[in-house]
């Protein structure tokens, strides 16, 4: 089994910062990709950021240069921290993984159960 715990959400004002924290645990033998999903109300789920198991990033036009993506592969736990806060940035944010598991060949995706975080005017 595997469980992926988000942290950090809550509620700031505009021009503040949240970081974001999500670890991943059970039987994992590696964590390949890792990903910020982002669900505003009344709105579908879309990519915020992703990291590769080396580092390599990709963003949403939307954040660049605002948010960093980061992970830390000894702890199986990746991190976003969001700068300049926008009251469009309002929403639930989902941790995503693709976990292989231990004693299993292929990868499993997996998400977190979500965290709110709200930005105020």
């Known amino acids: 089994q595997v469980q992926l715990v988000e942290s950090g959400g809550g509620l700031v004002q505009a021009g503040g910062s949240l970081r974001l924290s999500c670890a991943a645990s059970g039987s994992i033998s590696r964590v390949d990709n890792m990903a910020w999903y982002r669900q505003a109300p009344g709105k579908q789920r879309d990519l915020v950021a992703r990291i590769g198991s080396a580092g390599s990033t990709n963003y949403a036009d939307s954040v660049k240069g605002r948010f960093t993506i980061s992970r830390v592969n000894a702890k199986n736990t990746v991190y976003l921290q969001m700068n300049s806060l926008k009251p469009e940035d309002t929403g639930v944010y989902y941790c995503?993984?693709?976990?292989?598991?231990?004693?299993?060949?292929?990868?499993?995706?997996?998400w977190g159960q979500g965290t709110q975080v709200t930005v105020s005017s």
């Open positions: 995503n993984a693709d976990v292989v598991r231990s004693g299993s060949y292929g990868s499993y995706n997996y």
